[in-house]
């Protein structure tokens, strides 16, 4: 049985392993290829804080994720099917490498958060986001 994500290196090696698919995925793939380029060593870092903050309350994250995808939606529409598709691959990573607790919170604030991002940025294309 996988064990379950218990620190910061867990969330780490989730992390490098989700990004190492969508990277490559057919859906969504372009759009961090397009954002982000070829250089993520400012990227993974920030996404190593920010679950580091959302599963084990530890500081270090500062950012505002509902704004950066906003922001990001006037350069590449994100649309309901790329959340569904980010969902799916987080999902299936957690699921490949751990199990418990924390694994379940992970995808539980997962699907929370592309549902408010994506409801977020379908307010801001209507010129109704209040932050």
């Known amino acids: ?4 994500l218990t620190n910061k290196a867990d969330i780490e090696l989730l992390i490098n392993s989700f990004y190492d698919k969508v990277k490559k995925d057919d859906k969504i793939g372009f759009i961090f290829n397009t954002i982000i ?8 870092p920030v996404m190593y ?9 530890q500081p270090g994250y500062a950012g505002n994720p509902t704004r950066a995808h906003v922001d990001m939606d006037k350069k590449i529409p ?11 691959l987080w999902n299936e990573t957690v ?21 408010l991002i994506s409801m977020k940025v379908e ?9």
Do not use: I
């Open 37 to 44: 380029g070829a250089d993520w060593s400012h990227h993974l």
């Open 123 to 131: 307010m801001g294309r209507e010129g109704n986001l209040v932050q």
């Open 1 to 4: 049985m996988a064990k379950d």
């Open 78 to 88: 994100l649309e309901k099917e790329h959340f569904d598709r980010w969902l799916e």
């Open 49 to 57: 804080d920010f679950w580091n903050m959302v599963l084990f309350s």
């Open 95 to 115: 699921d490949s490498l751990y199990a418990g607790e924390h694994a379940d919170l992970a995808k539980n604030r997962a699907m929370l958060m592309a549902n």
